[in-house]
């Protein structure tokens, strides 16, 4: 497997695991702050609506000046700071400013990221590759979904969030191996 690809599927698990720590258990996290499942479909809303808008904004972006070992960085530490800003939301309203940031690191990340992995595919190999990609996404997402639970039930949220930083940050430290120069000659 290629290099650039086994750094990226390193970051996606991370960054998926984090994410799974506290998606099956959003909803009872919201509640805790004040907020009902009306609030939680909002939050969720706005994630979708503003990754939705950010990626139309950073469509105008000269590819050609950027970085995406950087971009992909730059992401993952937005992201990392949005997870630990959780420790401090004490309304859902906090949740929704949140979100907005969650979903411009994810806009950040992912175009650089599917450059990196197009360029990055052994022709012939796209199928065994990706299905492996996500496989290995796949599983840890099912194994974070299930620690998020219980590590949320034993030790809090707070726990829960600083885990979520340090995946993303691992992630946004695994992002800067990337091999640029490799996608270069590729295109």
């Not at 992909?72 to 929704?96: D, E, K, Q």
Request: some cysteine; aromatic content about 14%.
């Amino acid at each position: 497997m290629n290099k650039n690809i086994k750094y990226l599927l390193i970051c996606s698990i991370l960054i998926h695991s984090g994410a799974n720590l506290l998606a099956p258990i959003y909803a009872i996290y919201i509640k805790e702050i004040g907020g009902n499942l009306i609030d939680a479909g909002i939050a969720v809303g706005i994630y979708a609506i503003f990754k939705g808008i950010f990626y139309f904004v950073l469509s105008k972006l000269d590819e050609s000046k950027l970085s995406k070992r950087l971009m992909m960085f730059s992401g993952y530490i937005i992201m990392a700071i949005a997870y630990l800003s959780y420790t401090l939301a004490s309304s859902p309203a906090h949740v929704f400013a949140i979100q907005i940031g969650l979903s411009l690191g994810e806009t950040i990340i992912n175009p650089s990221w599917s450059a990196v992995i197009a360029s990055s595919l052994v022709k012939g190999k796209e199928h065994s590759i990706y299905a492996n990609f996500f496989g290995y996404r796949s599983l840890f997402e099912g194994i974070s979904a299930i620690v998020g639970g219980i590590f949320a039930m034993k030790f809090g949220f707070n726990v829960v969030f600083t885990i979520m930083f340090f995946l993303a940050l691992s992630s946004g430290a695994i992002a800067l191996l990337i091999d640029e120069k490799s996608i270069l000659k590729r295109t």
